[in-house]
C-alpha cells in the first residue's frame, strides 16, 4: 500500500505513459498549479525514463495525440540527445491534456494558466470522479470504496444517461451463478428474448467474458437490435486489447436470440491514447469507453466517487 502520490510512467502500463503524467499533473493541480512543460521535461530528463520514451504504434497519416515521429533508439546518450527526448515526451503530455480540454470543453474541469494547468472547476465532477476511480486502483490507496465495483456503477449509469438499457452481470458471474438463470433475467431487463440453450456454454459463469451488456432503445422488440456485450475494467494498458476479446459475439448472439451479432466494448476510466484507441478498434472491430467518452454522457456524482475524490485529494503528493 501506499500514501503518496509520485510520477509513476509505468503506473498504467507501457501503453499510457503520457496518460499517467497527464494525471499526475492534474493531481498537483488539485492544490496548486502543476509543473510546467519545461519543469516537467527537466524531470523526465532526470529520471530513469529515457530508454522507454518510443511510441508504439503508426499507420496512415492522422491527427492522432502522439503524432510525432518515435525518438531514434540508435541515438547515443549525449546531454543534447537526453534533453531532446525529454522535451519531445513533455510535449506529447502537455498535447494529451489539450486533447482532453477540447474534447470535453466546459466539462474538463482544468485549464493552461501561465503553463501550468489549475483547477478551473469543482472538484467533485463526472471528470474528477473517473480520474480518483483510476488513480486510488493504480496507488493502491486505501481507505474507500472499492474502486472497481465503483466504476463498474458509474458505467451503468453513464449508459442510462444516454438512453441505453444496461445490465450488469459482475457480481452474478464472481458469484458462479448458472448461465442460463443470467441470460433469461437479462431477457426480460432489456426487452428480448434470450434463447440461452442455442449456444454450447458453460453451466456457470465464472467466465464467460462478459460483465455488462447494454442496449439501445428502439421502440420494439423486433429483431435487427443494436446491442453491445464487454467488460469494465482498471487494468493495466497491456490488458485492454486482450480484455475487449474475451467476449464472443458469435456465442452471446445466440444466448440473447439475436439475428445480429453483438458489437464488442471494453469500458476504462483512463484516457486511451488516439493511436491506441486506433490500434484496438481497426484490429478487433470493437467500441472503446474511456474517460473522456464517459464524461460527455455525465452522471449524477456517486456518493462513492465523491469519497474517491476526497482520498485522492488528501493523499500527499510527492514535491518534485
Known amino acids: 500500500m501506499t500514501d503518496i502520490i509520485e510520477p509513476d510512467i509505468e503506473l498504467y502500463g507501457i501503453y499510457a505513459r503520457e496518460s499517467a503524467l497527464a494525471d499526475f499533473l492534474e493531481i498537483q493541480a488539485f492544490h496548486s498549479p502543476s509543473m510546467s512543460e519545461a519543469q516537467l521535461s ?7 525514463w529515457l530508454g522507454k520514451l518510443r511510441e508504439h504504434f503508426t499507420g496512415p497519416p492522422t491527427d492522432l495525440v502522439n503524432g510525432s515521429e518515435a525518438p531514434d533508439e540508435s541515438k547515443g546518450n549525449d546531454d543534447s540527445d537526453r534533453e531532446d527526448r525529454a522535451q519531445e515526451f513533455a510535449n506529447r503530455v502537455f498535447a494529451l491534456i489539450e486533447i482532453r480540454k477540447s474534447l470535453l470543453g466546459d466539462r474538463y474541469p482544468f485549464k493552461l494558466e501561465e503553463g501550468k494547468i489549475v483547477l478551473s472547476g469543482p472538484q467533485h465532477c463526472a471528470y474528477n470522479g473517473l480520474l480518483a476511480i483510476t488513480l486510488v486502483h493504480a496507488y493502491h490507496l486505501a481507505g474507500g470504496p472499492d474502486p472497481r465495483k465503483t466504476f463498474e456503477e458509474c458505467v451503468h449509469k453513464a449508459m442510462g444517461r444516454r438512453g441505453f438499457i444496461s445490465r450488469s452481470i459482475a457480481s452474478e458471474i464472481t458469484a458462479g451463478r448458472n448461465i442460463d438463470d443470467i441470460v433469461n433475467e437479462l431477457g426480460d431487463h432489456l426487452e428480448i428474448y434470450p434463447t440461452p440453450s442455442a449456444a454450447w456454454r458453460q453451466i456457470y459463469a465464472n467466465d464467460s467474458g462478459v460483465d455488462t451488456v447494454f442496449q439501445i432503445r428502439l421502440g420494439d422488440k423486433r429483431p435487427g437490435r443494436w446491442v453491445f456485450i464487454g467488460q469494465v475494467t482498471c487494468g493495466r494498458s497491456e490488458t485492454w486489447e486482450k480484455k475487449i476479446t474475451d467476449a464472443s459475439p458469435d456465442q452471446w448472439r445466440k444466448l440473447l436470440g439475436m439475428m445480429c451479432l453483438p458489437i464488442r466494448f471494453l469500458a476504462v476510466p483512463h484516457h486511451i ?40 485529494a488528501n493523499t500527499e503528493i510527492q514535491a518534485v
Not at 493511436?275 to 478498434?281: A, P, Q, R, S, Y
Not at 472503446?288 to 455525465?298: A, G, K, N, T, V
Open 42 to 48: 527537466d524531470y523526465i530528463e532526470d529520471s530513469q
Open 273 to 312: 491514447s488516439s493511436d491506441h484507441l486506433n490500434f484496438i478498434v481497426e484490429r478487433r472491430a470493437a467500441t472503446f469507453l474511456d474517460r473522456p467518452r464517459l464524461c460527455q454522457w455525465e452522471h449524477e456524482l456517486l456518493d462513492e466517487e465523491k469519497q474517491l475524490i476526497d482520498i485522492v
